[in-house]
């Protein structure tokens, strides 16, 4: 049974820094599409980040240069590093991981399978 939890989130001011985690279980990350998601109240889920099969990452426009996804796979853990944080970053943010390829899907849920319960990362002004 695949299991992602989260971790990292919290409450930042402005400006600030955040690391979140995504650890991995029943799942190997290595060769794998994984990601990032957000959602605020009364929006729609986007995708922030996204780790390719092959190595490659793609960011949301709102979030690059800013957000830095990377993974370990001897640890089975995708991790976002969060810089720069703005209150429009406010969200619950949750680690979507595929049963392999995302295809042309990186950034939208329909390309993953499997979603973590999420953690809340509040960025105060």
């Known amino acids: 049974q695949v299991q992602l939890v989260e971790s990292g989130g919290g409450s930042v001011q402005a400006g600030g820094s955040l690391r979140l985690s995504c650890a991995a279980s029943g799942y190997s990350t290595a060769n794998k599409c994984m990601g990032w998601f957000r959602q605020a109240p009364g929006k729609e889920r986007e995708g922030v980040a996204a780790w390719n099969s092959d190595d490659n990452t793609r960011y949301a426009d709102s979030v690059k240069f800013r957000f830095t996804i990377s993974k370990d796979n001897a640890k089975n853990t995708l991790y976002l590093q969060m810089n720069s944080l703005k209150p429009e970053d406010t969200a619950m943010y949750y680690c979507?991981?595929?049963?392999?390829?995302?295809?042309?899907?990186?950034?939208?849920?329909?390309?993953?399978?499997?979603w973590g319960q999420g953690t809340q990362v509040t960025v105060s002004s």
């Open positions: 979507a991981a595929a049963r392999w390829l995302c295809g042309p899907f990186l950034l939208t849920p329909r390309g993953y399978n499997y």
